[in-house]
């Protein structure tokens, strides 16, 4: 099986910068598609930033120009680079891949979590 490791989570004050890493390991062939989710309180889980094999990106309205996603396929790794962090920022968040196992099944994994917090 694969399991997702994050890690890079943290405090930081509004207008700092944070960087989490995710790095996928175990039975892997390829992988597809990687992304960051967040689950704010009293909120539902939303969509962060994904890429995919190709590298093109996609970004929540609220975190363009702040976020960049990018990834090492050589390491199976993803990032999330926070830029200009806001208290609204501040949530759990998780990373998800898409994976391709040897014998070519596709499943979705998500990573444990890892806790964001903006505050001065």
């Known amino acids: 099986q694969v399991q997702l490791v994050e890690s890079g989570g943290g405090l930081m004050q509004p207008g700092g910068s944070l960087r989490l890493s995710c790095a996928a390991s175990g039975s892997i062939f390829s992988v597809n598609a990687m992304g960051w989710y967040r689950r704010a309180p009293g909120k539902e889980r939303e969509l962060v930033a994904a890429?995919?094999?190709?590298?093109?990106?996609n970004y929540a309205d609220s975190v363009k120009g702040r976020f960049t996603i990018s990834r090492d396929n050589a390491k199976n790794t993803v990032y999330l680079q926070m830029n200009s962090l806001k208290p609204e920022d501040t949530a759990v968040y998780y990373c998800n891949a898409e994976i391709i196992g040897w014998a070519r099944t596709i499943y979705v994994y998500w990573g444990q979590g890892t806790q964001v917090t903006v505050s001065s």
């Open positions: 890429i995919i094999s190709g590298g093109s990106t």
